[in-house]
């Protein structure tokens, strides 16, 4: 109905109102800034996924599971970032030399198990169909669709 249409427009839930909700940074913007103040859709196949990466400028992500398959998540706290770095370029050096700047390319993935082993955090969930998933600033993350999701 119109009324339910109108409701979620509004909502403070909705991605597209979130990024300028009271108190948001974003609000301070004039302009569209793709991404992160007008939320991207991915629509992810069996098996795609997503390497390894931080939010641009270190900022929050907020993620919806629309419908379809769980999406598997695995995240490092943004408070080692930094070990993770150093543990990421030491295990596949090669790939730093031909590209320093790697990690902005969003391309590598390594097992989390390799960063388990090095005594660094990684937590693991399943997002189900109607579940956020939130990343943290200089929090790294990457995954893999299980089946179809929007």
């Known amino acids: 109905s ?3 249409g109108r409701k979620y427009a509004d909502d403070g ?8 909700l009271y108190n948001s940074l974003f609000g301070v913007f004039d302009q569209a800034i793709t991404g992160m103040t007008v939320p991207w859709m991915y629509i992810g196949m069996i098996f795609s996924t997503f390497a390894w990466h931080v939010e641009d400028h270190y900022t929050y992500s907020i993620n919806y599971n629309h419908f379809g398959a769980p999406k598997t998540w695995y995240g ?3 408070s080692m970032a930094d070990r ?3 543990v990421f370029k030491n295990t596949v050096p090669e790939l730093f030399e ?3 700047d790697l990690m902005n390319h969003l391309v590598t993935i390594l097992n989390p198990s390799v960063f388990v082993d090095k005594n660094i955090s990684v937590c693991r969930t399943d ?4 579940e956020f ?6 929090a790294y ?7 179809r999701a929007i």
């Open 2 to 4: 119109e009324h339910l």
């Open 13 to 20: 839930w909705n991605l597209n109102n979130m990024p300028m």
């Open 76 to 78: 490092v706290p943004g």
């Open 84 to 86: 993770f770095d150093e």
């Open 98 to 100: 031909a590209e320093p």
């Open 127 to 130: 997002q189900r169909e109607g």
């Open 133 to 138: 998933v939130i990343t943290f600033p200089q």
């Open 141 to 147: 993350h990457a995954g893999f669709n299980q089946v």
